[in-house]
């Protein structure tokens, strides 16, 4: 087997030096090159094929935004952008997720002790991922000024039946596509996205312009109600769902449970525990297994459970683990899971002509 070839783009050398040794510690990773700015590296690109780019965002000449939208539509290849943990960056970080990036990573902070330690399972993920050309993705250009309708334009009626999602990579674009569905009265919904520290902030806020209903970071105690989607702290704690004078929000600063802070998992456990039947849960695009258990753990309390399809996903891991494990009810692609949801927890029969009556 190959090694995958790996090109660094960035324009510190530092900050190149210290990636080449991080990937250096994995035989099956070869770094192949480097480029301090795009120009470079759309010569090292022609020249060497990488099967993996690592991307700064800020760089002189052009940035790492400007230059990743080329690359989606010239030539798309897994790019992992490599971000400064700041509200600058997270921002930058969003757009370029939306753009096409396989995924991204947080430059170390001053005294971290593992640097770059998820880079190795991400770049091997990236080099096995289906990245293809969208015609319809986002760019650098339009990113800020594209928003959906912000009006109920359906009559959807909801049951009251919660919804809680896990995703990972590939999830920036997977909720988008899933949310943007939602009407204004959309189905309360819980969100676990795995993402550094102080993106999910950023990410929150991107899907509050983008999308009807009102999205928000998770904050401790929130009530969970209809037309509110609430995505958990990256980095920082883990959410669950708890039955407190009705469904709130608890974050927890507990350790991380399959490598992740937030978990996917713990969400599910929590939302099977406090809501049970009266649950939705799904499973979109990502890497491992975080989520799997916990899926089954709603469906044997009785809730529906939905997983994104193989050919759909960025990564199938998670949604594979846990269609394995008899977690998930029904696979289905991308562009029908919003739908699905909204069909499973709309009001039927009865109650939907009762909820209609003046």
Known sequence: MKPIRVLIVDDSATMRGLITMVLHRDPMIAVVGEASDPLQARSAIKSLNPDVVTLDIEMPKMNGLEFLEKIMQLRPMPVIMVSNLTSRGASATIEALEIGAFDCIGKPLPGEKD??????????????????????????????????????????????????????????????????KFPRNCPPTVITQHMPPAFTATFAARLDRLCAPSVSEATDGAQVETGRIYIAPGGAAHMEIINAGGLRCRLRQTDPVNGHRPSVDVLFYSVAKAIGHHALGVILTGMGRDGAAGLLSMREAGAKTIGQDEATSLVYGMPKAAFEIGAIERQMPLNKIGSEILRLTQLEGEDRCRSLKP
Not at 146 to 174: H, M, W, Y
């Open 115 to 180: 640097v770059f330690g998820e880079l190795i399972a991400k770049v091997k993920a990236a080099a096995s991922s289906k990245i293809q050309k969208h015609p319809n993705r986002l760019s650098s250009k339009n990113c800020n000024v594209r928003p959906l309708a912000k009006s109920n334009s359906s009559d959807f009626q909801p049951s009251g039946r919660v919804v809680a999602i896990g995703a990972s990579t590939g999830g920036v674009e997977a909720l988008i596509s899933v949310v943007s």
